[in-house]
């Protein structure tokens, strides 16, 4: 059975930094392409930052700079190093595993003061 769980999310200042784990249960993790998404409360879905089974990378316009994606094959693990937060970004952050489209069950961040 395949799982992806997320964790590291919370609250956070704005300007503060997060770090997201996706630990996933997949057999052959390595081939997958995966990828981390946002939901705000009333707003659609959106892709945040992706990596290849090859790693490489793709940003939203939004992120790129301060947001970084990477992946630990060893250790079946997904990670999104969030800095320079703002109050814009709270939504919950999922993690996501293509092509199968395979989904966690999310990981709240919240950006208040």
């Known amino acids: 059975q395949v799982q992806l769980v997320e964790s590291g999310g919370g609250l956070v200042q704005p300007g503060g930094s997060l770090r997201l784990y996706c630990a996933a249960s997949?057999?052959?993790?390595?081939?997958?392409?995966m990828g981390w998404y946002r939901q705000a409360p009333g707003k659609q879905r959106e892709l945040v930052a992706s990596?290849?089974?090859?790693?490489?990378?793709n940003y939203a316009d939004s992120v790129k700079d301060r947001f970084t994606i990477t992946r630990d094959k060893a250790k079946n693990t997904l990670f999104l190093q969030m800095n320079s937060l703002n109050p814009e970004e709270t939504a919950v952050y999922y993690c996501?595993?293509?092509?199968?489209?395979?989904w966690g069950q999310g990981s709240q961040v919240t950006v208040s003061s």
């Open positions: 996501n595993a293509a092509p199968d489209n395979y």
């Open positions: 997949i057999i052959f993790f390595s081939i997958y392409n």
């Open positions: 990596i290849t089974s090859s790693g490489n990378t």
